[in-house]
């Protein structure tokens, strides 16, 4: 119980904050206010909308937010998400565009587990689904799944790759962006070994650290420089009396989001001031590129202690994926024994968080992959979100990753050129 008051103070401390916004913002706007031509009323009434979204967003799981699809028939089409495979910790989902022919590549994207939703990546879920059929890992927030779930770590995670690509089948291309690259990789590995006709067609890992020493950054470093019985001392709390998963330790959320933001203070703090403005003046809205943005950042999800932890100890620390010497159920996990899946690369010369180097190192591990099934791209001028999401990924990248696919598809390329 150590850590349930920490936990229950700073969700109170989030709810307070909300509230004072929301009161400032009522408070703004009655009549009678009006009469009083003092601009400090339009300033609190600015505050206080901008200061009760923002702290209301940091509990809401955001919506995809994708209903339609313009097909090429001309017509807007549904897109139902629906649920492939439930689990505890994660769902496999499925964006299904009603009444459009199946699209002969199936990808599925695995998204990361960094405190974000799965939700971040809906910019690449839709310039996906143009022409695949697109599945994606929903990771859930572990405030909200009973102790009696149990644990789930770095070799949970892995195991649940492994489910979702034995219920999708062998023709699947993965496309693995940063986090789980390595656990991706992994993954693929014990498919090669366990159920080789269970494995996915390609592979392709985006700014992923599977050597996070190939080249350091302050991110990736930053395991160096304490020790785990400081992280778990510092960062681990037990979720409070509110959510389903009280009592369950945690990497919270909001203890996340506090290290995402001081990462770059100023520029956070302008943005949020320069909003403020914005509302005062009338000039602010609902979907204005601040809040399309901080809508999706802001909103944050806890992480088990064991998955940060194991995380941190095993791939940053110890480097077993890097060093070929990561294990899943007691079991060795051999990369050397992928020898068909065919593995792209993908890092962004900008990247401050998985810098160049760092993913690149995956290709030297496949000493069983043929060189022709193995390919690697560096997007100058590229950021780590660029490389997934930003323009680098829709005019570059997007392109050259599809290319991939179809020149590893094997039956499927005959299935790609019967449809165009």
Known sequence: MRYMATY?????????????????????????????????IQWMGAWGEVTERSFERMVCKPDWGIRTHTCEDGRDHLVRVETVLEKPFGDLIHFDVVGRPEQPRKVLLVAPMSGHYATLLRSTVKSLLVNCEVYVTDWHNARDIPVSCGKFDVEDYTLYLVDFLRELGPDTHVIAVCQPAPLALAA??????EDPEAQPRTLTLIGGPIDPDATPTDVTDFGRRVTMGQLEETLIQRVGFKYKGVGRMVYPGLLQLSSFMSMNADRHSRAFRDQIIRAAKGEASDHDPHNRFYDEYLAVMDMTAEFYLST??????????AENRFTVAGKPVDIGQITRVAVKTVEGAKDDISAPGQCVAALDLLTGLPAEKKASHLEPDAGHYGIFAGKSWRNNIRPLVLDFIDANSGPHTEKAEQVA
């Open 312 to 321: 941190v100890e095993r791939i940053f620390k110890n480097r077993e994926i």
């Open 188 to 193: 693929t590995a014990h498919l090669a070994a």
């Open 8 to 40: 229950d103070f700073m969700e109170s401390v989030r709810n307070t904050n909300q509230w004072l916004g929301a009161t400032a913002k009522a408070l703004a706007a009655y009549p009678w206010l009006s009469m009083a031509p003092n601009p400090m």
